[in-house]
């Protein structure tokens, strides 16, 4: 039960969403075309071949549909730092029951097999007996390889974070001067604004049409919503530090303290921040280089 609460990566790119349903649509077809199981070689069509490799492209229609459709219509449930072992499991077996129901309609209108409870079961245990084994172990196996190779980078990143930073602390000497500056932040009808400094700024992120800032004030961290987009935001701030690290979290990369990794990616913890910000995958290396550059210390707030 600890592991099926352990976060683990969705599929929220729609390249990585097509290359999924095709690469399994494909999959199916070529098993089934190669071992011809379950007595498929028998049915009443003018064409096995074709016959089979149509499960292939139901599979694959399936696929697109419950992939791109499902988030839309649950962004909550389907948002990634919400996604876990278990729900990559369940969201399996859904498919599952609908692939195989979709399955038993495809053999309906090209077999002429009659619908009944026993040919909608028989349907659900064949297409479970093709995926179900396969797929859930490559979901454990997806997880612990991306938990050992996060956590081992992100080790590696903290070490370089440190020896950058002091490098830069003993290069620039204590008599260093902070960074200085100020920012504000507007709403997009101009009628609420926030001043923000270098050192004050821990992370703005994302919350529908308003953008949830995170900051210090005399010591104590606050939340301001702003009606503004996160990339309105982004456009609009002059510090080099800040990084747009994931389409929902915009952090201040002088404020973070650590680098941790699950199977999910990187997380940034933030000095004096509530809580960890995730990291795109597709940032990963952008992350890296940006942390090992930003070598000057944070200014008081």
Avoid at 1 to 19: C, F, G, H, I, S
Avoid at 133 to 142: G, I, Q
Wanted: charged share 20%; net charge positive.
């Amino acid at each position: 039960m600890q592991l099926l609460r352990q976060p683990y990566p969705a599929v929220t790119e729609p390249l990585q969403k097509l290359r999924t349903a095709l690469v399994t649509g494909f999959t199916v077809g070529l098993f089934l075309f190669v071992f011809r199981p379950f007595g498929i070689s028998d049915a009443d069509v003018s064409s096995v071949a074709l016959f089979i490799w149509g499960y292939g492209f139901v599979t694959t229609l399936v696929l697109l549909l419950l992939l791109f459709g499902m988030p839309r219509l649950l962004p909550r449930m389907f948002a990634e730092e919400r996604w876990t072992v278990g729900k990559n499991v369940l969201f399996f077996i859904f498919i599952v029951v609908v692939i195989g129901s979709a399955n038993l309609y495809y053999t309906h209108a090209t077999a002429g097999l009659r619908f009944s409870v026993a040919s909608f079961v028989t349907f659900q245990l064949y297409t479970a007996a093709v995926s179900t084994v396969v797929a859930s172990v490559a979901t454990f196996l997806r997880y612990a390889a991306n938990l050992k190779r996060f956590q081992r980078n992100a080790v590696a990143v903290n070490r370089e974070i440190v020896e950058h930073r002091h490098g830069a602390d003993t290069h620039q000497g204590v008599s260093a001067q902070p960074v200085v500056g100020s920012f504000i932040v507007q709403s997009e009808n101009e009628k609420d604004s926030l001043t923000l400094t270098a050192g004050s700024l821990l992370y703005v992120e994302s919350a529908d049409n308003y953008s949830d800032v995170c900051f210090l004030q005399n010591g104590v961290m606050e939340h301001r919503l702003i009606r503004s987009s996160l990339k309105r935001i982004e456009d609009r701030l002059p510090f080099p530090f800040c990084f747009r690290c994931h389409r929902s979290f915009l952090v201040n990369l002088n404020k973070v303290t650590h680098v941790t990794g699950n199977s999910q990616g990187y997380k940034l913890h933030l000095r004096d921040a509530d809580k960890p910000i995730p990291v795109a995958r597709r940032l990963n290396d952008d992350l890296v280089e940006r942390l090992k550059s930003t070598g000057v210390p944070p200014s008081a707030p």
